[in-house]
């Protein structure tokens, strides 16, 4: 069985010239060595500070996704339990709790609450958990004396 990149017969050339696929002269310094595609290997630079920035951003996005899905939850969620209840129980949700205010009344105000306490939430768990790993990573993507230079 064969493969495609499988050389089972050396290529022919006119005599003198290179043959293709061939490893490049040495000329007695450090020639990079090249892949059977002509291709320099690729070396990465600085492999411990991208391991360290991906750590940091896992660690950013696994913390703005909790925070997100949360919120999102219980907004929602004060939200279909109301439709749910209007659906499904139309006489308790129009049964009188006090004077002319029925009990879908009271919840349709209890919903703009929990909304506005999830928004409230939101925005003080941000602060206090997901912008404090937001500027880590800025500050160890961007060197501190270009923010000096850019804050002037």
Known sequence: MT??????YRPSAPPGW??????PPS?????PRY???GQ???VEPYAQETHRQDTDLAALRSAYRLLRRTSTLAALGSFVAYVVLSCFTPDLMGSKIAGELSLGMALGVLQL???FA???WYGRSAQRSVDPLARAVRERAVPADRNARTAR
Do not use: K, L, M
């Not at 493969?3 to 089972?8: A, F, K, L, Q, S």
């Not at 000329?27 to 020639?31: A, S």
């Open 40 to 42: 320099a290997p690729w």
């Open 27 to 31: 000329y007695g310094y450090d020639v």
């Open 35 to 37: 892949d059977s595609y």
């Open 118 to 120: 999830a928004v409230f």
């Open 18 to 23: 290179p043959i293709p696929h061939a490893e």
């Open 3 to 8: 493969y495609p990149d499988e050389n089972r």
């Open 113 to 115: 609450v929990v909304t």
